[in-house]
């Protein structure tokens, strides 16, 4: 069993910054790209930014700029550092991982239970 666990989320000012965290825990071989997304009330989720195991990154058009993803030397955590943070970034956060388990080839898509990003004043 493989998990994904965001903390980080909450409340803060417009302008104001923030920093999520994403935990990859269980039996795993190997982790391929790692991301982030997001879903807003009433709105279908959406791609935030992605990193390699390379360490290539993209950024939705509408957090260039203001945000960055990162993952430790050990490939099982990624971070992502919003600043400026805007009331339309106000959603819920997933985590997004591409993990192979020992002794199989294939790669399993996971994600984290989510954490709530509130921006207003």
């Known amino acids: 069993q493989v998990q994904l666990v965001e903390s980080g989320g909450g409340l803060v000012q417009p302008g104001g910054s923030l920093r999520l965290s994403c935990a990859a825990s269980g039996t795993i071989a190997s982790v391929n790209s790692m991301g982030w997304y997001r879903q807003a009330p009433g709105q279908e989720r959406e791609l935030v930014t992605h990193?390699?195991?390379?360490?290539?990154?993209t950024y939705a058009d509408s957090v260039k700029g203001r945000f960055t993803i990162s993952r430790d030397n050990a490939k099982n955590t990624v971070y992502l550092q919003m600043n400026n943070l805007k009331s339309d970034d106000t959603a819920v956060y997933y985590c997004n991982a591409n993990v192979r388990r020992p002794f199989e080839y294939r790669y399993l898509e996971v994600w984290g239970q989510g954490t709530l990003v509130t921006v207003s004043s």
């Open positions: 990193i390699t195991d390379s360490g290539i990154t």
